[in-house]
């Protein structure tokens, strides 16, 4: 494959990595959104769920930084 060709794949392969992580991102955010949302109206009766929503916000972090390290950017912080 010559330079141009090679250079136009890699563009496209780019792009799509980009459509692609802001798609997931997207669907995280709100997932990340609704568990702390979840975690802010639990009674003291509902206390044995808040493990289980932690569990998924440090899950989603996770995959926060592996969307960056996809974007070749810094992950976020915390």
């Known amino acids: 494959m010559q330079q141009a060709e090679t250079e136009q794949v890699s563009g496209g392969e780019s792009i799509v990595v980009n459509e692609l992580t802001f798609e997931v991102r ?3 955010d709100s997932i990340v959104g609704l568990a702390e949302l979840l975690a802010e109206e639990l009674t003291s009766d509902e206390s044995w769920a808040l493990a289980d929503l932690e569990r ?4 989603a972090r ?12 810094p992950a976020p912080a915390g």
Do not use: D, K, M, N
Request: aromatic residues 0%; positive net charge.
């Open 26 to 28: 997207t669907e995280l």
């Open 62 to 73: 996770r995959v926060g930084q592996l969307i960056a390290r996809l974007e070749g950017r």
């Open 56 to 59: 998924i916000q440090r899950s």
